[in-house]
């Protein structure tokens, strides 16, 4: 299943994908949600950055591991994940649309390895509507964050 969201960004380019960038912040997400994330190596997002999660998925928590397999600042970072039954393929994509404005483009796929997983998906597909909602306002909220540290900044 693919889900696509897209926002703008009130920031240029380079700002924007530092804010989003910022692994403490992509950490402090995933544990105010009751997640458990370790990055290896400790420091800044570069090519071959690895976290290790326990996260709470449909009930059930599940581990994850996700791996930077392409960071082309400003303009893009590619994310793959796998854990015991989902290959995850997260792309994240900026866009100049003005000198203050950036627009956002988040694409994420999952791919099912085993029939419990490819059940799952199927159900996961009869609630697409409401899935990509919850996705896109997620994806909303970590923008205003975003935004909003920015400013700070």
């Not at 992509?26 to 996260?55: H, K, M, S, Y």
């Not at 390895?113 to 509507?129: C, D, E, F, N, Y």
């Amino acid at each position: 299943m693919k889900l696509t969201a897209k926002a703008d960004i009130a920031a240029p380019i380079d700002q924007a994908f530092e804010g989003l960038c910022d692994p403490d912040r992509l950490e402090q997400t995933v544990r105010g949600r009751g997640g458990i994330i370790r990055r290896n190596p400790i420091g800044p997002v570069e090519e071959g950055t690895q976290w290790d999660a326990r996260i709470a998925f449909r009930g059930a928590s599940r581990e994850v591991s996700f791996i930077v397999t392409s960071l082309e600042a400003p303009m893009l970072m590619r994310f793959r994940g796998n854990g015991a039954a989902f290959d995850i393929a997260v792309d994240v994509e900026l866009a100049v649309v003005d000198a203050v404005t950036t627009r956002l483009t988040v694409t994420t796929q999952g791919t099912p390895k085993t029939l419990p997983a490819r059940i799952m998906m199927q159900s996961l597909k009869l609630a697409h509507g409401q899935i990509l909602a919850r996705y896109r306002a997620r994806i909303a909220e970590y923008v205003a964050e975003t935004e909003a540290e920015i400013r700070l900044s």
